[in-house]
């Protein structure tokens, strides 16, 4: 790692908060879409008659 100086803290902290956004963004878009696969496969089976 690079010797940040006087800026590693904030250098870090921007690091750090950039990562745990990406984490949560990366759960939230899973999230979405396995509710939206329920869904997909609930109105499948509400239009296919032998279901």
Same mark, same amino acid.
């Given at each position: 790692?690079?010797?940040?100086?006087?800026?590693?803290?904030?250098?870090?902290?921007?690091?750090?908060?950039? =990562? &745990? $956004?990406?984490? !949560?963004?990366?759960?939230?878009?899973?999230?979405?879409?396995?509710?939206?696969? =329920? &869904? $997909?496969?609930? !109105?499948?089976?509400?239009?296919?008659?032998?279901?």
């Amino acid at each position: 790692m690079p010797e940040l100086g006087k800026y590693a803290d904030a250098v870090l902290s921007a690091y750090a908060v950039s =990562i &745990a $956004l990406l984490v !949560v963004l990366l759960v939230l878009t899973l999230r979405r879409g396995r509710r939206a696969r =329920i &869904a $997909l496969q609930q !109105v499948e089976k509400r239009i296919k008659p032998d279901g």
